[in-house]
C-alpha cells in the first residue's frame, strides 16, 4: 500500500523529474484531462478532480514522511488543482484548439500556483493535508475563472 501511495503521489513519478516537479505534475496531468472529458464529456473532468483531491488526501501521510512537509515530489495535489482549470471546458474534433486550450490552462494555472495571489498562500498555511491541496485547488479555481473570461474575450480563437 505504502508503495501504491507514493506511485500516485508523484502521480506515477512525475514529481520525481528533476527541476519544477510542479510543472511536470500538471504537464502530465493534461492527457489525464482529455482522457477524463472523452470518457464522459458532461462528469468526466469533475470527477478526476475528486478523485485525485481524495488520492491526494489519501497519500499525503505516506508521501510526507519519506519526501518531508509539503514536498515538490508530492504533485498529485497539482494534478486536483490542475484538473479544476477544465471543469466547464467542452473540447472539439479540432486537435489544435484542444491543445491551445489545456495549454492556457497549464500555464494560466502555474502561474497561480507558483505566485499564490488572492489569498491562495494563506491556504497553503492551513494544517497538514488540507493545506498542501487546498492551495492547489484554490489556484485552479482561479485559473478557471481566468480561462472561461479569456474563452469569452477571444471566442472563436480558443474554442
Not at 3 to 30: C, E, Q, R, V
Not at 121 to 126: D, G, S
Request: proline share 4%; aromatic share 14%.
Amino acid at each position: 500500500m505504502r508503495l501504491l501511495k507514493l506511485t500516485l503521489g508523484t502521480f506515477f513519478g512525475s514529481g520525481l523529474l528533476p527541476k519544477a516537479p510542479g510543472t511536470w505534475g500538471s504537464l502530465f496531468t493534461l492527457p489525464f484531462i482529455y482522457a477524463a472529458y472523452l470518457i464522459h464529456p458532461v462528469f468526466g473532468i469533475a470527477g478526476f478532480a475528486v478523485i485525485a483531491s481524495l488520492i491526494s488526501l489519501w497519500s499525503t501521510d505516506v508521501c510526507v514522511g519519506k519526501y518531508g512537509d509539503d514536498p515538490g515530489q508530492f504533485v498529485i495535489d497539482e494534478t486536483a488543482g490542475q484538473t479544476m482549470v477544465f471543469i466547464f471546458t467542452a473540447f472539439h474534433y479540432d486537435t489544435t484548439a484542444n491543445l491551445i486550450l489545456l495549454f492556457a490552462g497549464f500555464i494560466i494555472f502555474r502561474l497561480f500556483d507558483i505566485f499564490k495571489p488572492l489569498g491562495i498562500v494563506r491556504l497553503e498555511k492551513l494544517p497538514g493535508k488540507i493545506g498542501i491541496l487546498a492551495d492547489d485547488l484554490a489556484a485552479g479555481v482561479y485559473a478557471l475563472i481566468c480561462l472561461e473570461l479569456l474563452k469569452s474575450l477571444l471566442g472563436s480563437l480558443l474554442i
